[in-house]
């Protein structure tokens, strides 16, 4: 397939993970990426990968830090600049901490809503005008199962990803006639670095995690730490991300699409 022929995409959390796995899909498929993230190393690695499968000379690297205001509006007119325009923002970039609600630290708290829900919201704000011009854009934002289904101790990454669900569909309706879609992915029980690491409490009544296991059985392709069992490689999302912002989800706006393996059922 090569449904990304000439356009011009922007990735955010691009150093590991969905956000490294959505990169390389979207290259192979002919897309001129900026790959960003905080995390250099990692988008160094990323654009190691790209090169070796024959995709460098369509991919730039950028650090951008999605919390910080500043670093926002200087990332994205660089991307904009560097591509000659934007066509897709997909936002992936985000964190995970996990805690008792009732001992969370109001820094930690917050630290969460700046990063995932705010930095989301800056990142829309200022790729709009670009994706306006574009005629025809297209973001695909990142919302999870724990936003609409409950995962125990994980109440401010819950809220921030609910406030990421509703953002999404308040924007799809805002700038429709401006011919923007503006979709979500939720996904869950996927192999990833934030899901490899949690920060689960020492006393955490395991049990409460009974209901949060998949069907399906995932398969151990794309990720970058070790496969859990029952789980699926970030090469799975990106399989979707991709289908969402290119034309075969032309008629998909304002909604969003789990991807759990029917963890959720």
Partial sequence: MNRFEGRRV???GAASGIG???????LAEGAAVVAADVVEAGLNVTDSVASESGYGDRLTTHVIDIGDETSVRQGVAFATKSLGGLDVLVNA????????????????????????????FLMIRESLPALIESGHGVI??????????AHPYMAAYAASKGGIWSLTHAVALEYASKGIRAVSVAPGSI????????????????SLFAK????????????????APGMAGPDKVASVVAMLASDDGAFITGTEVRIDGGTHM
């Fill in 10 to 12: 922007l990735v955010t």
């Fill in 20 to 26: 490294r796995a959505s990169v390389l899909r979207l």
């Fill in 93 to 120: 970039a985000g964190i995970l901490r996990s805690a008792h609600t009732d001992a969370m630290p109001l820094e930690d708290w917050d630290e969460i809503l700046r990063i995932n829900l705010t930095g989301t």
């Fill in 140 to 149: 695909v934002n990142f919302t999870s199962t724990s936003a609409t289904f």
């Fill in 191 to 206: 192999t990833s670095g934030m899901t490899a690491a949690p920060g689960i409490p020492d006393d955490a009544d395991f």
């Fill in 212 to 227: 949060l296991q998949p069907v399906l059985i995932g398969t151990p392709t794309g990720g970058d730490v070790d496969q």
